[in-house]
């Protein structure tokens, strides 16, 4: 299973960008998808997750209303549309994948598989 992530930069505050995650190796439908974020000194942090349909997401307190999170099951990807940037929005974005559902997808040990990361960085 891989899992790589895409589209981080450097934007100014106020900005927007959007990750992608392409999924290889597995049935992607069948699994749910995250995306976590750790800043530096900081530990992993839930940012988004949706299910396997896309029927249901789930978002931080911290992003709401300012991130989406999307997927394209038939072109194994997932999607993370990040408006309203703010300089506390920097951080490294990871994706992961969970092959059974689970309520609230939220915590990192719940994710079977794991991105390498793409760095996002706000400038105020």
């Known amino acids: 299973v891989q899992l790589q992530a895409s589209g981080g930069g450097l934007v100014q505050a106020g900005g927007s960008l959007r990750l992608s995650c392409a999924a290889s190796?597995?049935?992607?439908?069948?699994?749910?998808m995250g995306w976590f974020r750790q800043a530096p000194g900081k530990g992993r942090q839930f940012v988004a997750a949706?299910?396997?349909?896309?029927?249901?997401?789930y978002y931080a307190d911290s992003v709401k209303g300012r991130f989406t999170i999307s997927r394209d099951n038939a072109k194994n990807t997932v999607n993370l549309q990040m408006n309203s940037l703010k300089p506390e929005d920097t951080a490294v974005y990871y994706c992961?994948?969970?092959?059974?559902?689970?309520?609230?997808?939220?915590?990192?040990?719940?994710?079977?598989?794991w991105g390498q990361g793409t760095q996002v960085t706000v400038s105020s």
């Open positions: 190796g597995h049935t992607f439908s069948s699994y749910v």
């Open positions: 992961a994948s969970r092959k059974t559902p689970v309520l609230r997808p939220t915590l990192g040990q719940m994710y079977d598989y």
């Open positions: 949706i299910t396997r349909s896309g029927g249901n997401t």
